[in-house]
């Protein structure tokens, strides 16, 4: 957010005044806001059920195993568990 009141400081004491430099700062901002909003609706929500992440992980293999060869059957997904003493999947 400091990078956005610098800007905004900049433009309004007149450093800014090319037209060329305030839309290029102005689309920077705005690609970066999309970006970390992105970023914080998908890292910081609510996580998935584990039938929901199953699901999503399933269809998922599903479209690989059609576009590369993934070999039949498809790997089963359901069968992985998480071990929360050593931080791994077995």
Do not use: I
């Given at each position: 957010?400091?990078?956005a009141?610098?800007?905004?400081?900049?433009?309004a004491?007149?450093?800014?005044?090319?037209?060329?430099?305030?839309?290029?700062?102005?689309?920077?901002?705005?690609?970066?806001?999309?970006?970390?909003?992105?970023?914080w609706?998908?890292?910081?929500?609510k996580?998935?059920?584990?039938?929901?992440?199953?699901?999503?992980?399933q269809?998922?293999?599903?479209?690989?195993?059609?576009?590369?060869?993934?070999?039949?059957?498809?790997?089963?997904?359901?069968?992985?568990?998480?071990?929360?003493?050593?931080?791994?999947?077995a």
């Open positions: 957010m400091t990078l009141l610098l800007y905004f400081r900049a433009l004491v007149g450093v800014l005044e090319k037209p060329r430099l305030v839309v290029a700062g102005g689309l920077a901002l705005s690609v970066a806001a999309v970006l970390f909003a992105e970023y609706l998908r890292c910081h929500g996580p998935l059920a584990r039938a929901e992440a199953l699901e999503r992980a269809a998922r293999l599903q479209g690989l195993s059609r576009r590369w060869a993934l070999g039949q059957p498809l790997p089963s997904l359901a069968q992985e568990q998480y071990d929360s003493t050593n931080g791994s999947w």
